[in-house]
């Protein structure tokens, strides 16, 4: 484990359901980010939030819907997703900008 | 806007062989620079962080460097083994201020044959 926790780890939903992707870091990090990884695509910045706070929508669409209740929990709420949404999805946590970043193991979803 | 290149995209190599993987960003006013592994269908493992003061860092095996000036950095794996085989990644922040998202390369997937 690297810190950073994300449940659960695979998961498949179909088009009309609602799921949510959890994690979770007690490294006292201040920021965390939700990245999307497609095959044969660099990942992809989804959501960054900085003390609880969003402060970054990488124009991602309103099916995803992230929450950060508290600087230790990140959630990201999924509804109605389509096929091509099926991806890994990687949390990361940073303490501020010279530390480095560390991420969590993924989920991977299949949207079916 | 920050883009990050890595060359090659694959590179399979035999055991025991020293290799060297690239990456370029294209704004040199970088904080810092860090490589990640990852294994198929895994989240990413940090492998070496380095602050813009720096040349180098060493880990083991790996060795990385960093030229600002030109935008470069390596990723130099000694003596490879089978166990070294994964995707590594190269990602420098997204601008020169604090807590900025990480801005990746799409990857080198290394392969080493015993």
């Known amino acids: 484990e690297t810190g950073v926790t994300q449940t659960p780890r695979h998961l498949v939903m179909g088009m009309t359901n609602k799921k949510s992707l959890k994690c979770e870091q007690h490294l006292g990090h201040n920021a965390m980010y939700w990245y999307k990884q497609s095959a044969k695509k660099p990942l992809e910045l989804m959501f960054v939030?900085?003390?609880?706070?969003?402060?970054e929508n990488n124009s991602v669409p309103s099916r995803f819907s992230p929450e950060c209740p508290n600087s230790s929990h990140l959630f990201l709420h999924l509804h109605t997703l389509q096929p091509e949404d099926s991806a890994l999805y990687l949390c990361?946590?940073?303490?501020?900008?010279?530390?480095?970043?560390?991420f969590g193991s993924g989920t991977r979803l299949t949207v079916v | 806007k920050q883009e990050v290149t890595q060359i090659p995209a694959a590179l399979s190599v035999p055991e025991g062989e020293n290799l060297v993987l690239n990456c370029s960003f294209t704004?040199?006013?970088?904080?810092?620079l860090q490589w990640f592994r990852q294994d198929p269908g895994k989240g990413l493992t940090s492998l070496l962080l380095?602050?813009?003061?720096?040349r180098e860092q060493t880990s083991g095996r790996l060795n990385a460097s960093l030229d600002k000036s030109s935008g470069r950095s390596t990723l130099y794996i000694a003596a490879s083994q089978p166990g070294d085989s994964a995707t590594y990644l190269c990602?420098?922040?997204?601008?020169?201020?604090?807590?900025?998202?990480?801005?990746f390369g799409k990857g080198t997937r290394l392969s080493v044959i015993a």
């Open positions: 704004d040199s006013a970088i904080y810092n």
């Open positions: 990602a420098v922040p997204a601008a020169y201020s604090g807590n900025t998202p990480l801005v």
């Open positions: 990361a946590s940073s303490p501020r900008q010279n530390y480095g970043y560390t």
């Open positions: 939030y900085n003390f609880k706070e969003q402060t």
């Open positions: 380095i602050q813009s003061s720096q």
